[in-house]
């Protein structure tokens, strides 16, 4: 079993920086694929990024592409992505995911370790 915690979430104003941490406990997720989910209020959970458990493949959703980064460091068992340039469309809980795939895939059933979820908001 792997037990994800999601941190570094908060109020940021438009043009601000956060970074957002998924550390892992249970198991290593070196061997795992990781994704960053969001969900905003009446809407469905989207893929923001992904990274192979190799990290040497990244995925972006168009909205993020340029300005979130997605990287992982598998000694402190933790992944993380770095949100800059926010915006107010931004707004969400961010979750991290996880499964033991190569490569990263959009859906959400392509997961099967899921966080908790950690608040993100940045007003305008």
């Known amino acids: 079993q792997v037990q994800l915690v999601e941190s570094g979430g908060g109020l940021a104003q438009a043009g601000a920086s956060l970074r957002l941490s998924c550390a892992a406990s249970?198991?290593?997720?070196?061997?795992?694929?990781v994704g960053w989910f969001r969900q905003a209020p009446g809407k469905e959970r989207e893929f923001v990024a992904g990274i192979s458990w190799s990290g040497g493949t990244t995925y972006y959703a168009d909205s993020v592409k340029g300005r979130f980064t997605i990287s992982r460091d598998d000694a402190k068992n933790t992944v993380y992505l770095q949100m800059n340039s926010l915006k107010p469309a931004d707004t969400a809980v961010y979750y991290c995911?996880?499964?033991?795939?190569?490569?990263?895939?959009?859906?959400?059933?392509?997961?099967?370790?899921w966080g908790q979820g950690t608040q993100v908001t940045v007003s305008s």
């Open positions: 995911a996880a499964d033991a795939k190569i490569v990263p895939e959009p859906s959400t059933t392509s997961y099967h370790y």
């Open positions: 249970g198991r290593t997720i070196s061997r795992h694929t």
